[in-house]
């Protein structure tokens, strides 16, 4: 009965589907894919929740660094109930370390002015840190994308 116990695990240790661990590079893209849902739901607080308190933040329509919570919040606080979204286009990681990834691409700003939806391609680069057991944004920047004439 033994030996037949013993196949019976083996078999399911083959057969189970494998753990898989994220390593810092999985888990800093997931912060930036929680960034962009965040935005998309039109809550400044709830954006300023995926940015470390520290953080600094260059934004696409901003002429000042906004350091720190309050003032990421207040960066935000025009896009509240706006129906404004975000959507990733290209994305490059970068591990720095276990603690530090750099996330760059492309992403479009789709903005609603006078009802009308009007995309705004735009850049970014994110310095997305572990702190504690949490992922956060350290730094982000943005900035218009300017797309090649044809």
Known sequence: MARISQVVFIVLMFTSPAVAVAGPAEDANAAVDRWSAAFNS????????NYCPDAILLGTVSPVMSEGTQAIIKYFTPTK??????????RR???ID???V???GFYTFTRMVEGKAVPGPSRFTMLVTKRGSEWCIAHHHSSPHVLPKN
């Not at 109930?81 to 290209?90: F, L, R």
């Open 93 to 95: 990681t970068i591990t």
């Open 81 to 90: 109930g706006t129906g404004n979204k975000n959507a990733i286009d290209e």
């Open 98 to 100: 276990d603690n530090a």
């Open 102 to 104: 750099e996330v760059t």
């Open 42 to 49: 039109n809550d400044p607080e709830t954006i300023a929740k």
